[in-house]
């Protein structure tokens, strides 16, 4: 499969997880919006926003340093781009990314969540096995614990028919995160 073959998506670029509940909702976009400006709400699916701003990265940067202690956001991740959740599509996507983002000789990460579908038989794939299937083309180092570079791979359901693969590919600390005290400040 081609690169050109797949089909690319630009409806958000970057991911916030807040604490459950419509008022933590608002409340995560009145944050997000005093922090960075404008944002576009693609949609808002279990305690996720899916928003497109104007540069995803420096939104990362900008919240990680701006939000408040007592904030109801738990993380924000970054998006290069979304495509239909089908693993030959995130594998070729994910490759095309990593060519052109990573150095030669630096190590490489999956992370997946959620599950993706083999588009010849329809079938949800074992994490394993997705995982696999995108590293199988990539001739890069692997480095679980310490990769100079995660990609990631989100799959998001907007309804319940319609779902897509957000993929990221950058430093593991171009993610903020409550809980690991993240500052997505690396890049």
Do not use: Q, W
């Not at 970057?14 to 922090?35: F, Q, T």
């Not at 599509?89 to 969540?113: H, N, P, Q, T």
Request: glycine share 4%; hydrophobic share 45%.
């Amino acid at each position: 499969m081609t690169t050109e073959d797949v089909p690319r998506y630009r409806l958000f670029n970057l991911i916030v997880a807040h604490e459950p509940g419509y008022h933590s909702m608002r409340k995560a976009l009145r944050e997000i919006e005093s922090i960075i400006g404008r944002a576009r709400l693609f949609d808002a699916p279990r305690s996720l926003l899916l928003l497109k701003v104007e540069d995803p990265y420096d939104a990362v940067r900008r919240i990680a340093r701006g939000v408040p202690d007592d904030s109801v956001i738990l993380r924000a991740v970054p998006i290069d781009l979304e495509v239909s959740p089908y693993v030959d599509y995130v594998a070729a996507v994910v490759k095309d990314l990593l060519m052109s983002k990573a150095d030669e000789g630096a190590s490489f990460a999956i992370r997946l969540e959620g599950r993706l579908y083999d588009r010849e038989t329809g079938k949800l794939l074992h994490k394993r096995e997705a995982i696999e299937a995108i590293a199988e083309n990539i001739d890069l180092p692997v480095d679980l614990d310490n990769p100079d570079i995660l990609v990631l791979v989100k799959v998001v359901r907007v309804h319940r028919s319609l779902g897509y693969a957000a993929v990221m590919v950058a430093p593991p600390c171009a993610i903020y995160s409550r809980a690991h005290h993240r500052r997505g400040v690396c890049i």
